[in-house]
């Protein structure tokens, strides 16, 4: 050792001293705008979606009074449903039409469209509206009902400001009179928005009517698809992990096996969904576009990252309380499931919901399985259709409603984002909260 | 406790299987992007009136729809293909080796490829001859194939305004580009006398000369989309001296980005389409397996609705989307 020996004070600043503290305020400016790069880019996304998507929440609707003419609706008069059920929503259409008419009369409008035009205003889903209110109770034939009837997605457009008279130049599905006939209406209350509940609880719709798509059914598909990979992923990855932990001997083969999980958490998730469809479909022919064959492709994708936190979380409890297990005398798998999971479990938790947050997110691999397409249409009734009757999922559906051609559907598309967010970040934050709550440190 | 458990699952897994080999109730449909909002259309109307719930569709393209439907016949399998090009020889015989033998064809109507731009770029008129000397890979320059010298549009036809070359173009998977350069660019690649210089140079070898009339520059002035046409209208955005290629009714729904050009001095529109005056376009078809008639509860009706004249006639909302109707319907119905 030898003795420190300078013959100024440590105080003052030398030119090395300079450098060093230079460095370090670099650094720390160089961290700072890191974090505000990342912020603002958060803020510009942020911002992006609500501005964009908020709009899906909010649709226009018409209130319509119209007369249900036995003549169209029931020609044998005899109120058999059979009979009744023969007259399609082709029939229905024309009733609409008298209905916009009436209106202008009734209100004196000037208008220089035809009546055609002027019923084109309204959803192209009025008439199954009205079939099936008319099919349920029978009884409303002959009289006069009032219908709140969705408007057109480019009339809807135009009353959120996203279609403008200047814009629509050319457009053949709207013109500047039915602008101008829109207007009236909403004038005089006929025509005004109100919060979407189709949007929330609906299914998807034809691209003739975005007005009507909703995420309800592909929401439905995501929750199944979830239940299956919670029931399944959660027992198969802890026990494996516990396995690998505290029970495996510690040779070579379960080294191998260790990596091999670590690596399959990296593979690509398109990959899974390949062999989900050679497997579940090709070989054990499940059906096609099932949310129990999404959830076990999800499944797959899961595991790898569950078993790693589990062992993780396994790993991070002290092994003085195995110890002390043991010593008291309890057998192995008495330490390990009443001493040393229920200490790991908070960890457990957390890694799934986090994996789960990651499934829900997931499109590729359902892209394989047929879960994509025009296929969220029928709401579910039972459990088992819930899992095996064709549905998509939430971020598949936002994928399909974003390259559709008309706009509308684009807005759906950032509506639907903000819902899917608000299902992630829940899931972070029950994660985050139990972390909070149980976590304890050594 | 333990023993509990067990059995339940084992119930639970069992009872499941079983309704897994249960039959399904739902038509399925996949293929091309390009039918898939008529038939998403026609779904839904007939979910709507028919006591059938509402078919499947699945995208993939032409191709692979073909080759879902070729798989073989059974409940997982798909029971219609939607197609943007008449089936090849290639894949019946495909399918006649998994037992699909039975096919029929319903040609449901009419599509129009057209050209647009930025809504506030230059108005072109175009014709084939401008494309193919605008995007041809090659093309003979003084008695040999040169790479094509064309920057700018008005090197390929003084009318146009100065205005760099950038086209996006459908890629290899997608019909529309089968057609792309079948009708456009062969075409083009014959007006200009092109085909013939190119025969008396390989000695008359027909075959590659049309391919070599077909072949798209990869300098980077022509870009393969191989996404939906909502990835051309997006490269546009970006590029606004770019030229895309657009279904008929894609673009009729975004008028307020697109200005579409003529072809031949024809502007696309359903009528034109009808008539047989704008040159580029297809016929739209679905296949149907006849072995699922009778045992997938609605092919038969779906197909029947889909060519009835309420959804497909000239006042149905097939047409009204953007689908020219096709005056031989009548006689698919049988």
Known sequence: MTDLKTDKSLYATTAHSKRRSAAEKRFHRLGLAAILIGLCMLGILMTTIVTKGSGAFQQSFATLDIDLLEAKLDKTGNRDPEDLKKVTTFGYAPLIKAAVEQVVETHRIETGLKSKDMAAI???????QMRYRVLDDPSLIGTTAEFKFLTNSWIDGYLKGRVTRETIGNNKNVSVEQLDFVDRLVGLGIVEKSFNMQFIFGADASDQRPEDAGIGVAMVGSLAMMCVVLLLALPIGVAASVYLEEFAPKNRLTDIIAVNIANLAAVPSIVFGILGLAIFINTLHFPQSAPLVGGLVLTLMTLPTIIISTRAALEAVPPSIRSAALALGASKMQTTFHHVLPLAAPGILTGTILGLAQALGETAPLLLIGMIGYVATNMPETVTQGLLSPNSAMPAQIYEWAKRADPAFYERAWGGIIILLIFLITMNIIAVTLRRRFERRW | MYKFTTTTLITAALSLSASVSSARDQVQIAGSSTVLPYASIVAEAFGENFDFPTPVVESGGSSGGMK??????????????????????????????????????????????????????????????????ALAAEMPLDGSMKSNPNTNWNEVNSAFKSQEIQAYIPGTKHGTREVFEDKVLLAGCEDTGAFDAIMSMNGGDNKAAEKACMAVRNDGRSVDIDGDYTETLASID????GIGVFGLAFYENNTDKLQVATMSGVMPSTESIAEGVYPVSRPLYFYIKKAHIGVVPGVKEYAEFFVSDEIAGPDGPLADYGLVSDPLLARSRN
């Open chain 2, 238 to 241: 970006t590029n606004k001296a």
């Open chain 2, 68 to 133: 879902r439907f070729c798989i073989g016949l059974g409940e997982n399998t798909i029971d219609i293909a939607n197609s943007s090009r008449k089936i090849k020889d290639k894949e019946i015989a495909a399918c006649a080796e998994a037992g699909v033998t039975d096919i029929i064809e319903v040609r449901i109507g009419y599509d129009g490829i057209v050209f647009a731009s930025d809504i506030n770029g230059q108005n072109f008129a175009f014709t084939p001859t401008d494309i193919y000397r």
């Open chain 1, 122 to 128: 309204i959803s192209k889903s009025a008439a199954a």
